[in-house]
């Protein structure tokens, strides 16, 4: 499976390449089924990208919005990954709030992802995933030494407890189900984020690497993650 690094200039390059690529699988999936499918990133990075989403002028009513993890928090909480979403962007433009999926993380991580897993069930495959890449490899909540769901009959969601990063307890997306999405996006910059580049490029079995599906993943990071001149 290919691995595909880009490695941008500045902050206004990661921005106008993360949009250039949202904006290709959003054409993409219009073309093929009238519907795009996008399941988000948590996390601070992806922040940059959700505000530029809520200044561009699109058919919102054709996005359904999903999120790749989630936090075990009550609703509302600023540490919450689709609080982050919904400030930046969701709240700011005309989508129905019947095509934004968020996460019931408030019921706690098991009756969570059970809920979740119902709701994904009856939804087809992501168009894009969006992902982001913690200091220690973690992708949606990922977390090295906990079971990420890669095996083929892996479930759609998994409760997540003891978390090295707070909150302990979150859902989470399996690998599997990430990894049948049509394309994926990672976003990470910063020299916070160097030591799992290196891991990853390098070859070890961090979580991110563990997503897998059959196109390959995009890797949109800046300089300072990449550690050398691209
Ligand atoms: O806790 C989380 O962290 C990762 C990475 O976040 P970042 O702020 O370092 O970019 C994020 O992708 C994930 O959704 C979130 O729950």
Request: glycine share 10%.
């Amino acid at each position: 499976m290919a691995t595909r690094w880009h490695v941008a200039e500045d902050e206004t390059d990661w921005l106008a390449q993360a949009l250039a690529y949202t904006l290709a699988a959003e054409a993409e999936a219009l073309a093929e089924h009238g519907q795009f499918r996008v399941c988000l990133a948590g996390g601070g990075t992806p922040g940059r990208l959700y505000r530029e989403l809520a200044a561009t002028a699109r058919d919102w009513p054709r996005w359904q919005v999903w999120y790749g993890d989630e936090r075990c928090l009550p609703p509302g909480h600023p540490e919450r990954n689709s609080a982050l979403a919904e400030q930046a962007w969701l709240r700011r433009v005309p989508i129905p709030a019947a095509n934004v999926h968020s996460i019931p993380a408030e019921l706690g991580a098991r009756a969570g992802a059970e809920v979740y897993a119902r709701q994904l069930a009856g939804a087809a495959r992501f168009d894009l995933v969006l992902l982001g890449l913690g200091e220690d490899g973690h992708t949606a909540s990922l977390f090295p030494g906990h079971d990420w769901g890669t095996a083929a009959d892996a479930p759609d969601t998994l409760a997540v407890f003891d978390a090295p990063k707070p909150p302990p307890e979150r859902v989470s997306l399996s690998a599997r189900r990430l990894s049948e999405a049509r394309r994926v996006l990672f976003l990470a910059g910063g020299a916070g984020k160097r030591a799992a580049v290196a891991a990853w490029r390098g070859g070890a079995a961090i979580p991110a690497a563990a997503i897998r599906p059959a196109a390959g993943v995009d890797v949109l990071i800046d300089q300072s993650a990449y550690g050398e001149r691209a």
